[in-house]
C-alpha cells in the first residue's frame, strides 16, 4: 500500500462519506449473465488489486487478497419501454452505489450495478479511490467489453504484464523533501455534518464539441483550461464561489514518471494541485482559460505535483488516525478532473457504447462553510460529457443544473 492509497483509505474512514467514484456505461446489444460472470472473473485474475479487500488493525489499514468475486446487482434498465425514464436510470443507482462504503473484511473494493434491459442496458462500475484512478478504471472498462463482445470466452489468455512489480514505489520516484511540503493546517473544530452528495450531467454533442476543441487548440491551451475557466465563471456568477478563489486542477503523477507508467495499471496515482484565481463571469472566457493554462503548465515545471504528494506524506508521517487525517484534508474552489479522449473504443463486436461518463464522492474534503464544486470532463465517441458533483447544502439539484446549463452556454458561445 503506498503513500496515497493509505490517504485515500483514512480518509475514507474518518468520515460518514466514503471515496468511491463511479464509471457509468451505457452499451446497445445483449449482454447474458454468464459471460458477464466470466469477463469479471478474468478481471480479477489478472489485477491483484481487484481480488484485494482492506484489513483493519486500530488506525492502520493494509490490502489483503480475496477470493469473493465482484457483486454484481441487477435492476431493470426502462429503455425498451420509458427512453426518457432510461436517460436518468444512471443517477439513483450511482447514488446507492457511491453511498456504500467499501469496508473491506473479505469483500473486493469494487463493485457492478447492471440496468439491464432487452437490447441494452448501463453498467456501473464503482471502485474504491484507492485501488483505482480515473485512467485505470477507463482501461478496465475497455478490457471488459473486450471480453464481453468474446461472450466471456477466456481460452485463449491474454499476456498480462506482472503489474505488482511495475507499480511504483512513490517514496523512490519521488523523494521526500520536507521543505516542499505545504504546511499541514489541521481543523480541530471541524465537524462531521452529515453532507450528501449528488451531480448533473450536461453532454455537448458532437459539433459542439468539435467547435470548443478547435477554438481551444486555435490558442495552443489544454481542453481541461477551457473548461476549467467556463465552470469558475458559472459557479462565480451563481454565487457558489467568491470572484477570488481557488482553481483545482487533478494531476496524474503516472505521466511525470520515467519511464511513464502504462495507463491500464490499476493503481491510485493522482494528486491536486491548486492556484489562487481570481474570476469575473461577465469577462469573455479567452483570458481565464489562458491564465488557467499558463499557471498549470508552470506548476508542473516547478514540480507542484510532487510537492502535493510530499504533503500527503508529512501528513502521514505521525501515523495519524482516520479522523485525525480526515481533519486535516480539507479542500475549496472548483476542481477539474479530466481525462481527455479516452482509450475506450464505441464498437465491441455486436455491443455498441453509447454513452460514458463519471462521478464520485466529495464529502469527506469539504466544509461547509468553503463550498467545493467538481467538474468531471470525458470526451467519448466525439462527444464531450461534463458532470457536476456538488454537496447537496451547498448547491441542490435545481442550482446544480442551472450552473450547467449556463456552463454550456458558455462553451457554445465560442462558437
Given at each position: 500500500m503506498n503513500v496515497l492509497e493509505r490517504a485515500e483509505c483514512l480518509l475514507d474512514a474518518g468520515s460518514s462519506g466514503n471515496m468511491n467514484f463511479t464509471v457509468v456505461v451505457r452499451y446497445r446489444g445483449v449482454v447474458g449473465e454468464p459471460a458477464l460472470e466470466k469477463a469479471l472473473a478474468t478481471l480479477q485474475g489478472e489485477h491483484l488489486l481487484l481480488r484485494s479487500t482492506l484489513h483493519w488493525d486500530g488506525a492502520s489499514c493494509r490490502f489483503a487478497p480475496t477470493a469473493a468475486p465482484v457483486p454484481v446487482q441487477t435492476r431493470p434498465w426502462p429503455g425498451d419501454r420509458d427512453p426518457l425514464g432510461a436517460a436518468q436510470a444512471w443517477k439513483p443507482a450511482a447514488k446507492a452505489a457511491l453511498r456504500q462504503r467499501f469496508s473491506g473484511g473479505g469483500e473486493p473494493l469494487w463493485g457492478i450495478t447492471w440496468l439491464k434491459g432487452n437490447g441494452g442496458g448501463e453498467l456501473l462500475l464503482t471502485f474504491h479511490h484507492a485501488i483505482a484512478d480515473g485512467l485505470s478504471s477507463m482501461a478496465l472498462v475497455e478490457?471488459?467489453?473486450v471480453l464481453l463482445a468474446?461472450?466471456?470466452?477466456?481460452s485463449g489468455p491474454r499476456p498480462s504484464p506482472d503489474w505488482e512489480a511495475l507499480t511504483p514505489d512513490l517514496e523512490r520516484a519521488f523523494p521526500w523533501q520536507p521543505q516542499d511540503a505545504i504546511a499541514i493546517t489541521t481543523l480541530k473544530d471541524r465537524q462531521d455534518?452529515?453532507?450528501?452528495?449528488?451531480?448533473?450531467l450536461s453532454e455537448l454533442s458532437a459539433p459542439s464539441t468539435q467547435v470548443v476543441q478547435a477554438w481551444t487548440r486555435r490558442r495552443g491551451l489544454r481542453l481541461n483550461a477551457t473548461l476549467h475557466a467556463a465552470f469558475l465563471q458559472a459557479l462565480v456568477a451563481a454565487g457558489m464561489l467568491p470572484p477570488r478563489t481557488t482553481a483545482c486542477t487533478v494531476v496524474n503523477l503516472r505521466h511525470r514518471l520515467h519511464p511513464a507508467l502504462p495507463w491500464?495499471?490499476?493503481?491510485?496515482l493522482r494528486v491536486c494541485v491548486e492556484s489562487p484565481v481570481a474570476v469575473d463571469p461577465a469577462?469573455?472566457?479567452e483570458p481565464l482559460a489562458i491564465h488557467l493554462h499558463r499557471v498549470l503548465q508552470e506548476q508542473l515545471r516547478e514540480g507542484a505535483p510532487q510537492q502535493a504528494l510530499h504533503t500527503i506524506g508529512e501528513a502521514l508521517r505521525d501515523a495519524p488516525s482516520p479522523r485525525t487525517f480526515w481533519q486535516r484534508s480539507w479542500r475549496q474552489g472548483g476542481l477539474i478532473t479530466n481525462l481527455g479522449r479516452v482509450p475506450v473504443a464505441a464498437q465491441h463486436g455486436d455491443l455498441q457504447l453509447e454513452r460514458l461518463f463519471f462521478v464520485a464522492n466529495i464529502e469527506p474534503i469539504a466544509l461547509p462553510e468553503q463550498p467545493l464544486v467538481v467538474l468531471g470532463a470525458l470526451g467519448f465517441h466525439d462527444r464531450l460529457s461534463l458532470s457536476c458533483l456538488h454537496i447537496e447544502q451547498q448547491l441542490g439539484e435545481a442550482g446544480a443544473e442551472a450552473v450547467m446549463a449556463d456552463m454550456k452556454q458558455r462553451l457554445l458561445a465560442l462558437a
Open positions: 478490457r471488459l467489453f468474446a461472450r466471456g470466452d477466456t455534518g452529515g453532507l450528501t452528495t449528488s451531480y448533473a491500464d495499471l490499476m493503481r491510485l469577462e469573455p472566457l
